[in-house]
């Protein structure tokens, strides 16, 4: 069987973890594109501590280059790109451009296109690009929904726990599901085959826009969620009794105390405090109303995705309990002593750089207006996250600008 040329672009923790997974199939033959970490992966490769994939170091795939330029000596059966969406730094056809563009557009088909990307409609700027390229070809784009821990400790440093997941379909501008033809078929089982056989647990799913609609209600309201606040989502369900260090396992009579205060007590009048009681949570005064915001602006996206992805045929829509079940279970693995987990915004506020605000929020508000929905705490927190984004491109800009 001869090998797959895979171009992956984006060689932070996601996409480092998936070039050790493409190479690790023996079925691939992995080029990776490093921009900021480059001249640190190419001095020590790459280093994984990974609970699943073991402890490995200077690990290197088969080519690596600072940018796509150098990777145009042959064509690819597929471009990976794992970068993160920020349309107000660059756009995807922009990052693309010297695939799409002559001479190598000319000289070689266009590759099939795989989007590991976070938020919705990542894929519109894209397919329209391919669409102008060439006119009587249907683009080929596999958009994905990627579970998985791992973060960045250093620019050749990755640390991954023990699951990465991808659920995957081709994309289709229309959200009614298209059964697929023989040759798309066969394609998704290639590129799956790539991913399970290197180790991951791959997904193909009749229409994946609303399976990535699905996973982005947790983004878009606990991620952006603990960005504003600039704090894990332990700050949220962990409570005192269970903090790392904290003797005994109960709460103290004067915490309990709290939970019986008058404006907690009428707080929890509320239909969404009276859903979201068994919730674990910081404070009463957490679990009294912010706990039941979360739940408010998570059923607000449940209540779009319904209007967007209504149940089509055997292609299911939006599960029903989706907003408790995503509540409650983000709720158990932060409250637990030994977690850890940081949502990717929320690093990339601490980091001070750009987040993914349009894609993972901005888009489900755009989807909300476009639909006629009412989503006030969404738009809430769209519109406190662009003052956060505003000042966070400034100061890139002027970082630019010294240089």
Known sequence: ????????????????????????????RVTVVARSNYEAAKTGGMEFRSRKYGNIQGWRPDRLFPNIEQALDRPYDYVLVANKAIPEIQRT??????????????????????????????????????????PDEEPRIISTAVWIGTNLLEKNVVE??????????????????????????????????????????????????RVKFAKNMW?????????????????????????????????????????????????????????????????????????????DALTEVYELGNKVFPPEGEVPGLDPEVVQRTLANTARLHARPDSAHKPSMLVDVEMGRPMEVEHVVGEVVRMGRRAGVSMPRMETLYALLLVMQNQFLRKQQEGRAQL
């Open 93 to 134: 056809p922009a990052l693309l451009r010297p695939l799409l563009s002559p001479p190598y557009a000319d000289a070689h088909p266009q590759p099939t296109y795989v989007l590991f990307q976070n938020g919705l409609n990542v894929e519109v700027d894209l397919y329209e690009a391919l669409k102008k390229l060439r």
């Open 219 to 295: 983004n878009g309201v606990l991620g952006a969620s603990a960005a504003l606040v600039g704090s894990s989502l332990r700050a949220f369900f962990r409570p005192p009794h269970l903090e790392p260090g904290r003797e005994g396992t109960e709460p103290t009579p004067q915490e309990l105390e709290g939970e019986d205060a008058r404006d907690v007590r009428e707080a929890r009048e509320s239909l969404s405090a009276r859903a979201t009681e068994a919730i674990p949570r910081a404070s009463p005064a957490i679990g009294a109303y912010t706990i039941p915001f979360l739940y």
């Open 160 to 209: 991954h726990n023990e699951f990465d997941r991808v659920s995957m379909g081709l994309y289709r501008p229309s959200p009614t599901p298209t059964p697929p033809t023989a040759a798309e078929s066969a394609l998704l089982a290639d590129f799956a085959g790539l991913l399970s056989t290197g180790g991951s647990e791959v997904t193909i799913v009749p229409e994946i826009q």
């Open 1 to 28: 069987m001869s090998l797959k040329d895979v171009l992956l672009i984006g060689y932070g923790a996601v996409g480092a973890v998936y070039s050790l997974i493409l190479k690790n199939s023996g079925r691939a």
